[in-house]
């Protein structure tokens, strides 16, 4: 299975720069490519110029011209050189048919916006640099360019791609995923509520206890953040010793909370997906956008509000968790996905305040932050249970609405 993956890259001035120059070295091999087509095409003999001859002249093209084309990645060369095939077979093919193509025409310099590169660590490296929380992707001639990930990539990286929209670089990448054989049906379905105390509770009344190295991480990295914020803001290459150990050391443990976070999704979303045909869990953006800050009104002062130590901490505690329980939800869907389980996101809203038995909805079912005791019926149970329950249930009747 393929996948394909767009993310906004952010150069640097420079290699902006360098990528606009990569751009329009590709397009003028382009067009001197088409024009000794061309020309062949038109001469008496109406010889035509193969793919394979025009790549066997690219060697010569870049010793002739090292500070242009000889810069650039040979096989992205190769790519540009066979997309202008492409072009050629298409409209051999029209002609060939009967009908009156136009003959494939020269590309302006702004209308040629994509280099490929077919092959990952061919004259390009996804996720250059590993170890770092910033991801980056190396391509010859530009450097390490950094890219706004803004979701992981599952399976091996094959191709790669850097395309200009207006004044935007993005990088294209396409990725092979193995296509497990799908499980065997189980007749199962669980409810997901994802919690603070909990990691995870399921309806059938199991957790999965939040990991402890959330919390080490966040007051290491609260530390190592402190650290860092008491040097002054400069340039790269003003900073000190002391200094650059300093932003090394938060980029450092931020690349650790990374990998923790990922194998502990990878192994919590390993019995769910085991387990049952159909998983419902809580839509986390919803959530996030209907999570009210509580203020701490100032007693001495009708209208202020207290600085609050405490609070800038419980958001960085609050964050590590918040891209947890995300980073969780993707592998869970993507493994779900291979597996050919179903998963639905749910609104969360009263999910944990309905009661599973009667339908009562009031804050007061929830006494306290663990306990569900609803009072109309009497149902007691663990809240995040509960949660768990009316999240299934909200899937199912979700699920049915699709289908009747
Ligand atoms: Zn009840």
Not at 79 to 84: E, I, S, V, Y
Not at 181 to 190: K, M, Q
Not at 249 to 278: I, N, W
Request: charged share 25%.
């Amino acid at each position: 299975m393929i996948r394909a993956y767009k993310f906004l890259m952010r150069p640097t001035v420079g290699q902006a720069q360098a990528l606009g120059e990569m751009l329009r070295d590709h397009c003028s091999l382009y067009n001197g490519a088409l024009q000794e087509r061309r020309d062949a095409y038109r001469h008496p003999s109406k010889t035509s110029v193969k793919y394979g001859m025009q790549s066997a002249q690219l060697k010569e093209i870049r010793a002739f011209d090292p500070v242009c084309q000889g810069r650039w990645s040979f096989s992205s060369q190769q790519a540009t050189l066979r997309r202008l095939d492409k072009a050629f077979q298409a409209f051999f093919r029209r002609v060939k048919a009967g009908g009156t193509p136009g003959y494939p025409r020269f590309r302006g310099v702004n209308r040629f916006d994509t280099v490929d590169f077919p092959r990952d660590g061919d004259g390009c490296r996804w996720d250059s640099t590993p170890y770092d929380p910033v991801t980056r992707v190396r391509l010859q001639g530009v450097g390490h360019v950094r890219v706004n990930q803004h979701r992981p990539v599952a399976g091996r990286v094959k191709t790669v791609g850097v395309k200009r929209e207006g004044r935007k670089w993005f990088v294209v990448l396409t990725a092979e995923q193995e296509r497990p054989e799908p499980l065997a049906p189980t007749g199962s379905a669980v409810g997901i509520d994802l919690g603070i105390a909990n990691f995870i509770a399921d309806s059938n009344g199991g957790f999965v206890p939040n990991p402890r190295h959330g919390r080490t991480a966040a007051a290491k990295l609260e530390a190592a953040q402190q650290a860092l914020s008491r040097f002054p803001r400069v340039r790269r290459d003003k900073r000190t010793g002391n200094h650059r150990r300093a932003v090394e050391k938060v980029a450092k443990l931020h690349g650790k909370v990374r990998r923790k976070r990922l194998d502990h999704a990878h192994k919590t979303a390993l019995s769910p997906v085991r387990e049952h045909d159909f998983i419902a869990h809580e839509n986390l953006r919803i959530r996030n956008m209907s999570r009210s800050v509580s203020p701490r009104p100032d007693p001495e002062q009708s209208g202020a509000f207290l600085p609050n130590g405490a609070a800038a901490k419980a958001g960085l505690n609050r964050s590590i968790m918040d891209a947890g329980w995300g980073v969780f939800l993707t592998i869970l869907t993507s493994k779900a996905e291979s597996a050919g389980r179903e998963v639905i996101a749910v609104d969360p809203r009263n999910t944990s305040r309905t009661c599973p038995e009667c339908g009562h909805v009031a804050k007061e079912n929830r006494p306290t932050r663990e306990k569900f005791h609803c009072v109309n019926c009497g149902h007691q149970d663990h809240a995040d249970t509960v949660g768990a329950t009316n999240v299934l249930r909200a899937g199912l009747a979700r699920r049915n609405a699709h289908q009747g």
